[in-house]
């Protein structure tokens, strides 16, 4: 009888106790999951209504939570706010020659990725988009002085990184062009320098830590070089939930988070950048109702925003990301 007791009052003053381990447990794994789902809000426009676009390019001011656009039919740059308004458009007289990329950094000024023949430069631009200088880069190494050939830019913590997907070569400069760091990563991803034409990037996108992340499509996978080399990839091929048929941009938001587009299967695919890159949903499918998509390309995050450029003039989807 003794040994009864004394086991009751064991079991009540362990009690409290589990119940706060299991309470504590289940609210890391809920915090942990960090789950998100996709809520379509709006396609950018102006004050006539949507504005029609196909397969245009992004810059994103965070600052100013401000989104760049960056249309390859008239090369011209469109600035939405936050309400994805269109507040100020530049670049339709050609000053820039023909636009590949443009990102912002946290003062507001422009970087414009842009050729002029077979000369790529980047314009330094102010925060109305009036080219103030050509940005001269310097001491570059002879990996970057021949076949090179930027398509994309981003501006990261007072880094710019230019990247040149058919060589598959980067470029890591500070905001004077002065060369910091650049390599070349056919051989990293085992990919044959001479079959590289084999092997199209689709998406390439930089985050705040300066990790590389980009997609092959032919290889269902999306790729991250950290800034330390090391190189992750994740993905299967297939046409079920979080499987990649043709896949296209990605991006990356602070919450460490992924969004894949699959052009063929008119998604967006959504997942943790945990070591299994869990997948937790994806939003969309192939239509011209509200909220679906036609052959979405590229991936831009802006805070809570999500942003999506298509084709078929379907314009830019804008989604808000919300807790499940």
């Not at 009690?15 to 998100?36: D, G, H, K, N, Q």
């Not at 981003?154 to 990184?161: Q, S, V």
């Not at 938001?253 to 894949?260: A, F, H, Q």
């Not at 995050?301 to 003039?313: K, P």
Request: with cysteine; charged share 25%.
């Amino acid at each position: 009888m003794k040994t009864y007791a004394s086991i009751i009052v064991r079991f009540h003053r362990t009690l409290p106790v589990a119940i706060a381990c299991l309470l504590f447990t289940m609210f890391m794994l809920s915090s942990t999951r960090a789950e998100a789902k996709l809520v379509y809000l709006y396609n950018l426009s102006n004050f006539n209504g949507s504005i029609a676009s196909s397969w245009v390019t992004f810059g994103t001011d965070k600052t100013q939570k401000e989104l760049y656009v960056v249309n390859p039919s008239d090369q011209s740059v469109d600035v939405f706010n936050k309400t994805g308004l269109l507040v100020y458009s530049f670049g339709e007289e050609g000053e820039f020659g023909a636009i590949r990329g443009l990102d912002v950094d946290d003062n507001g000024t422009i970087y414009v990725l842009s050729s002029r023949g077979k000369r790529t430069q980047v314009v330094i631009a102010n925060f109305r988009g009036d080219p103030q200088e050509v940005l001269k880069l310097e001491n570059l190494p002879p990996l970057f002085t021949d076949n090179f050939n930027p398509e994309r830019i981003f501006c990261r913590k007072g880094h710019l990184y230019l990247i040149d997907p058919r060589e598959f070569k980067v470029l890591i400069t500070d905001l004077h062009g002065n060369y910091e760091d650049g390599f070349e990563f056919a051989s990293m991803i085992n990919v044959n320098y001479k079959k590289r034409s084999d092997f199209d990037i689709r998406g390439v996108t930089v985050d705040a830590e300066g990790t590389l992340i980009f997609t092959i499509p032919v290889n269902s996978l999306v790729y991250l070089i950290s800034p330390d080399k090391k190189l992750t990839t994740f993905g299967r091929r297939g046409s079920s939930p979080g499987k990649f048929n043709i896949i296209g941009g990605v991006a990356a938001d602070d919450k460490g988070r992924l969004y894949v587009a699959d052009t063929l299967r008119c998604v967006i695919m959504v997942f943790e950048r945990d070591k299994d890159f869990t997948f937790r949903g994806e939003y969309g499918e192939r239509g011209f109702d509200p909220g679906n998509l036609i052959a979405p390309m590229e991936v831009a995050v802006l805070g809570d925003l999500v942003y999506v450029s298509q084709s078929a003039n379907r314009g830019v989807s804008v989604y808000r990301i919300t807790p499940e």
